[in-house]
C-alpha cells in the first residue's frame, strides 16, 4: 500500500512540475478519489491496530494473573505485530497528510487556469 501511495504521490507531482496545459479539474477529482480510498485504508488499519492493542491489553491481563509462559510469549508475539501495525498506520497517515498539501496544490493550479 505504501509502494501505491508513493506511485501515485510521484505522478501528482510530476503532473504540478510539468509546463504541459492540463486538465487540472480531471486530475484533482482523481486525486480526491485517491485520497478517499487512502482515509478508507487507514481507517481499517486503525480498527485491526486497536483490535490488537485490546487483545495485547487482554493477553497481558491473563499473563500476569495466571503466570503462564506462553501466555507471555503470545504477548511478546502480538506486541511485535502491533508495532508494525503502529508503523504502517504512521506511515498511511503521513502520506495522506501529504497527500493533502497536493491537493490544496492541485486546487490553485485549477483556480488559476
Same mark, same amino acid.
Given at each position: 500500500?505504501?509502494?501505491?501511495?508513493?506511485?501515485?504521490?510521484?505522478?501528482?507531482?510530476?503532473?504540478?512540475?510539468?509546463?504541459?496545459?492540463?486538465?487540472?479539474?480531471?486530475?484533482?477529482?482523481?486525486?480526491?478519489?485517491?485520497?478517499?480510498?487512502?482515509?478508507?485504508?487507514?481507517?481499517?488499519?486503525?480498527?485491526?491496530?486497536?483490535?490488537?492493542?485490546? !487483545? &495485547?491489553?487482554?493477553?497481558? *491481563?491473563?499473563?500476569?494473573? /495466571?503466570?503462564?509462559?506462553? @501466555? %507471555? !510469549? &503470545?504477548?511478546?508475539?502480538? *506486541?511485535?505485530?502491533?508495532? /508494525?501495525?503502529?508503523?504502517? @498506520? %504512521?506511515? &498511511?497517515?503521513?502520506?495522506?497528510?501529504?497527500?493533502?498539501?497536493?491537493?490544496?496544490?492541485?486546487?490553485?493550479?485549477?483556480?488559476?487556469?
Amino acid at each position: 500500500m505504501i509502494e501505491y501511495m508513493k506511485k501515485h504521490e510521484d505522478y501528482i507531482k510530476r503532473l504540478l512540475e510539468s509546463k504541459e496545459e492540463q486538465d487540472w479539474g480531471k486530475i484533482k477529482e482523481l486525486h480526491k478519489v485517491q485520497i478517499m480510498f487512502m482515509q478508507h485504508e487507514r481507517l481499517v488499519h486503525m480498527i485491526v491496530t486497536l483490535f490488537f492493542g485490546l !487483545f &495485547l491489553a487482554i493477553t497481558f *491481563g491473563m499473563a500476569l494473573l /495466571f503466570n503462564k509462559n506462553l @501466555l %507471555y !510469549f &503470545l504477548v511478546f508475539f502480538i *506486541g511485535v505485530i502491533e508495532v /508494525f501495525y503502529l508503523l504502517h @498506520l %504512521y506511515k &498511511l497517515e503521513k502520506g495522506v497528510q501529504r497527500w493533502y498539501g497536493l491537493y490544496n496544490e492541485l486546487n490553485k493550479k485549477h483556480q488559476n487556469n
